[in-house]
Structures are given as structure tokens and as C-alpha cells.
């Protein structure tokens, strides 16, 4: 069974601050990994998506890396702002039953940047 | 073009009743997965339905159950709601598998 675990699960730092986000996962047979972000009360969006067979994507101030042997990802903000503030939540697609897109989340970590 | 639609916004039940709750995925994308979200548990896996057919089911009861039409739009229905199923209801679209996941701004059940 599938298990995503992120850390840390909150995050406090000063405007400005560089920072890594972490999730780990504990089966490597997966598909991609993706990272969205989550505003209160609202959906989720997503950030990047990484294939498995991808090591990296950066999408302006973002960087996620994957290492799939290892079973782990990092997100990397850099120059944070206060509109930063949200939850990111980590999710992998493995193989379930008649399909492979099932998504696997982790529990996220709540990014707090203070102007 | 137009993301993914989920109606309604916010529903307040009783315990006892049905609720049906609907998603208009992204034109093209024909696979649709619903999640549910508490506190407790974060974002658990409900189903997914690809071409009107339910290729997975996550660990919930039987009361949960969905369906998708020919246009790809797709509807989750709870029966008989207890308290614990207040929660957000989450629906993504995709174009297929192994593709990115799009996600609607969810449906907010609250239960009394």
C-alpha cells in the first residue's frame, strides 16, 4: 500500500527566505508525482507534474526534483512571498486495480511567509 | 478554457438523507476521479471513471457510489449521510493516464 508522507507539516519563514518542501513515498513503482497547491477552503492547483522517468521540473520561482529509487521529492521556492502562503500537498499516481490513476496524498505542509 | 466545475459550492444535510453532488470535467479529459478531504484523514481516494466505466474504487462504504455520462460529466451520490461524511469533495479531471490531474474547487458537504 502506497503511503506518501510530507515534512515538515508547517512552515514559518521570513519573506524573501529560499525553502525546500519534503514528501517521501514508500512504493517506487510509480507513474509521476505531482504538486499542487491549496488555498483555504478552496481546490487544489496544480504546480508540476514530474513523469517517473523525469529527475526534475522548474516552473518559474519552483524546482521539484524526484528520485524514484530513494522514494522521494523535494519542492524548492525560491524568493518567497507572502501570497506564497497556502498548503502544498505532494500526490503520486500508482498502479490500483483496472487503472493507474489513483492519486496518493500526503498529508501537506502549511507554508506560512511573513512579509 | 474552462476548468473543472463542481456543483454545488456548499450543501448542509441531515443525517439519514441522500446528497448527489456533480462535476463537469475539462472538455476532452475522460477520466474523472473523486476524493474526499477532512481534517483527520487529508485527501482520501473515492473513484475514478473513465469513458463511463468505474475503473477503481477507493476503501469507503457502499453508500458512496458514481456514475459518468457520455459526456464525460459525472455525478457521486451519498446515501443515508452520517456526521462523518461532512467533508470536501474533491473532483479531477485528465485526459487519461498518467497525465496531470485538474482539480475543481470542490463541493463543502456539512452534515447535522
Known amino acids: 500500500k502506497q503511503e506518501v508522507t510530507q515534512i515538515p507539516a508547517a512552515l514559518s519563514v521570513p519573506e524573501g527566505e529560499n525553502l525546500v518542501l519534503n514528501c517521501s513515498f514508500t512504493?517506487?513503482?510509480?507513474?509521476?508525482l505531482q504538486w499542487f497547491r491549496q488555498d483555504p477552503g478552496k481546490g487544489l492547483t496544480s504546480l508540476l507534474l514530474?513523469?517517473?522517468?523525469?529527475r526534475e521540473q522548474t516552473s518559474g520561482r519552483l524546482n521539484a526534483s524526484l528520485d524514484k529509487s530513494s522514494g522521494r521529492s523535494t519542492l524548492y521556492i525560491a524568493a518567497s512571498q507572502p501570497g506564497d502562503s497556502a498548503t502544498y500537498l505532494c500526490?503520486?499516481?500508482?498502479?490500483?486495480?483496472?487503472?493507474?490513476?489513483?492519486?496518493?496524498f500526503g498529508k501537506g505542509t502549511l507554508l506560512t511567509v511573513n512579509p | 478554457k474552462a476548468g473543472v466545475t463542481q456543483t454545488p459550492r456548499y450543501l448542509i444535510k441531515t443525517r439519514g438523507q441522500q446528497v448527489t453532488l456533480s462535476c463537469s470535467p475539462i472538455?476532452?479529459?475522460?477520466?474523472v476521479s473523486w476524493y474526499q478531504q477532512t481534517p483527520g484523514q487529508g485527501l482520501q481516494f473515492l473513484f475514478e471513471?473513465?469513458?463511463?466505466?468505474?475503473?477503481n474504487k477507493g476503501n469507503f462504504p457502499g453508500r458512496f457510489s458514481g456514475r459518468q455520462f457520455s459526456n464525460s460529466r459525472s455525478e457521486m451520490n451519498v446515501s443515508t449521510l452520517e456526521l462523518g461524511d461532512s467533508a470536501l469533495y474533491l473532483c479531477?479531471?485528465?485526459?487519461?493516464?498518467?497525465?496531470?490531474?485538474?482539480f475543481g474547487q470542490g463541493t463543502r458537504l456539512t452534515v447535522v
Open positions: 472538455s476532452g479529459h475522460r477520466s
Open positions: 512504493d517506487s513503482a510509480i507513474y509521476n
Open positions: 514530474i513523469q517517473s522517468s523525469q
Open positions: 471513471y473513465f469513458s463511463e466505466t468505474q475503473r
Open positions: 500526490a503520486v499516481s500508482s498502479y490500483s486495480g483496472g487503472s493507474n490513476y489513483k492519486l496518493t
Open positions: 479531477a479531471s485528465s485526459p487519461g493516464d498518467s497525465t496531470e490531474a485538474f
